[in-house]
């Protein structure tokens, strides 16, 4: 039993352990947010990416070679099916709603992240790993409250979907006209006749991040031609 323990090498544990800690650091950013990105799938996928770059490197070079042949290996082929096979699990969490948005890009960038990081400190390059991670919740954290206040207005803007449903054909424009005296601007508009002769006013819309939804629903529920509404974003 002594003899299985002093086998073990003391650097695979210290490379499994460090990639466990920086897998356990993007999985609880991501679990936060409740996102399907968690504590147990991030640690997965940096832990097993890491073991399998310490096995990819260390099999090239204690390959049982030959007098007679000169076996020649890729220390890193297992680390680069990794970086392709790990696409599959991100495609799981990209998700499209109903009204065409799409939702789950960030998760899936931190699942490939997650691998990347297990093969940086698989390959020995722990600074760099530690290094990588930071920045990774520096711009998914971070970033994107400063660009909200310091950044250009477009940036400073969030998207909304609003359909609205009118009685009256003729209302159409000078309902489109109040909802722009509301600073919300309009991106994309589609207009569809419905069955009970009503209209479906379909809208992409952009207004501040300073604007709470139901701020933007009431402001919308107050115009009188409108009969019903719905907003998503």
């Known amino acids: 039993m002594m003899e299985l323990f ?20 993007i999985g609880l950013e991501r679990e936060l947010k409740r996102k399907p990105l968690g504590l147990k799938t991030s640690l997965v996928i940096s832990i097993v990416s890491c073991l399998l770059t310490i096995v990819s490197i260390q099999s090239a070079y204690l390959f049982p070679g030959s007098k007679y042949i000169n076996i020649q290996m890729d220390p890193l082929r297992l680390a680069a099916q990794i ?5 599959f699990l991100g495609a799981g969490v990209i998700m ?48 994107p409250g400063l660009i909200r206040i310091l950044g250009v207005k477009r ?26 005296e509301k600073n919300i601007k ?22 501040s991040y300073k604007q709470t939804t139901p701020d933007i629903y009431y402001g919308l529920a107050k115009i009188d031609k409108i009969y019903s509404t719905e907003i998503s974003g």
């Open 6 to 25: 002093a086998d073990v090498d003391i650097d695979t544990i210290i490379k499994l352990s460090i990639s466990a800690i920086l897998g356990l650091t």
């Open 83 to 87: 970086v392709s096979g790990i696409g």
């Open 96 to 143: 499209r709603k109903g009204d065409d948005t799409i939702s789950g890009l960030t998760t899936a960038a931190l699942v490939w992240g997650a691998a990347g990081i297990g093969i940086a400190t698989g390959a020995g390059f722990y600074f760099e790993a530690i290094a990588g991670v930071i920045l990774l919740i520096i711009s998914v954290e971070l970033i």
């Open 155 to 180: 940036l400073r803007s969030k998207e909304l979907r609003v359909r609205l449903t009118l009685k009256k054909q003729e209302d159409i424009a000078s309902v489109l006209k109040n909802i722009q």
């Open 186 to 207: 309009i991106e994309h508009i589609r207009i569809k006749d419905l069955q009970d002769q009503s209209y479906l006013v379909d809208l992409k819309v952009m207004v």
